[in-house]
């Protein structure tokens, strides 16, 4: 039984290792090695007592063939530095090139025009990486799916600029082209709602930490969220309060800047900003002009109302 792959780098006389352990091209080695793990206890003979015979031949190939030289190359230091060299040298030449690239399916076509393609990059490889190899029949099919994603990265970081997503090729069949796009959908809709559940419980408990006057948790929380979604505005907001009550208002004012830029009508930052400007006025000993009040702002404020008062109203304890 003879395993061959002629998508994303594998199209280009490139074995993609990554795909293979489906890690992000810049995964290091603990990362590397807690991936192999996985997989190889999911190819052991022990976990496919109940397999079919077919399966169990299919389970050992994958494995000598695929994911031990995968996990062999990217846990050596000298071989990883190596095989990184190539991509990002064949990521160049790709764009020097205008090479015209197919790509097959709907994800890697969503990251070809995504703005944010570091964040859905990762997203969707955490989230094929779940239920890679539970189906060893279609796990040749997922490989080649992350590869496609991978060339698509590393393209982009290397200046490629799609003007817009590029089109499916010509699909055998209308049966087969159908369920495929179906599929994909899935993975891109699971992915994205894996992530903001993500980051609404980081900021959730963060939230509660704020409440609770624990700021130092509170910061570790919004920077594990911002980690995931550095384009959010209320991480930054959030964690800008958190540096302002920390009496750090340079850090502060950083990401209420951030959180402005992102969202200029987020209330949190811009009053996170008013307080840096008064604090940094009675430093100085001068006034502070502020702009005139909003028909929102000349509402009174009802003191520890909600998450935006409590932050801002009352004596730090």
């Known amino acids: 039984m003879s395993i061959k792959i002629e998508r994303g780098l594998f199209k280009f006389d490139s074995i993609d290792y990554h795909a293979v352990l489906c890690v992000a091209v810049d995964a290091d080695v603990k990362e ?9 206890r999911r190819l052991h003979p022990d976990s496919c007592a109940s397999a079919s015979a077919e399966e169990k031949q299919l389970a050992g190939e994958l494995l000598s063939k695929l994911v031990n030289p995968a996990y062999e190359k990217l846990s ?24 015209s690239v197919d790509l097959s399916s709907d994800p890697a076509r969503q990251l070809a025009g995504s703005p944010n393609v570091e964040q859905l990059y990762r997203t969707m490889i955490l ?32 200046g490629k600029k799609f003007d817009k997503a590029p089109p499916p090729p010509p699909a055998p069949s209308k049966v087969t082209s159908k369920n495929s796009e179906n599929a994909d959908t899935k993975i891109l809709q699971s992915a994205a709602s894996k992530e903001e559940a993500s980051i609404n419980n980081y900021l959730r408990r963060a939230q509660e930490l704020m409440t609770k006057n624990q700021f130092a948790q509170a910061r570790v929380e919004l920077q594990d969220a ?8 209320r991480c930054h907001s959030l964690i800008g309060v958190v540096y302002l009550k920390q009496n750090q208002t ?27 400007e008064q604090v940094m006025g009675q430093k100085s000993g ?22 935006f008062g409590g932050l801002f109203g009352g004596k730090k304890k």
Do not use: C
């Open 286 to 307: 001068t006034a502070v002009k502020t702009a005139p009040p909003t028909q929102a702002s000349k509402q009174p404020e009802k003191s520890g109302g909600g998450l």
């Open 226 to 233: 911002i980690k995931l979604a550095p384009n959010n505005s």
């Open 250 to 276: 340079t850090m502060a004012k950083v990401h209420f800047d951030r959180a402005l830029q992102l969202d200029p009508n987020d209330q949190m930052a811009s009053e996170g900003k008013r307080k840096i």
């Open 32 to 40: 590397i090695r807690k991936r192999y793990l996985n997989i190889a």
């Open 127 to 158: 989230k094929i990486a779940e239920t890679q190899y539970d189906s060893l029949t279609k796990a040749v099919q997922i490989i080649s799916y992350v590869s496609e994603l991978n060339l698509v990265y590393l393209m982009r970081t290397a």
């Open 76 to 99: 050596q230091e000298r071989t990883r530095t190596e095989y990184m060299v190539v991509l990002s040298q064949m990521g160049k030449r790709l764009v020097q090139e205008s090479a």
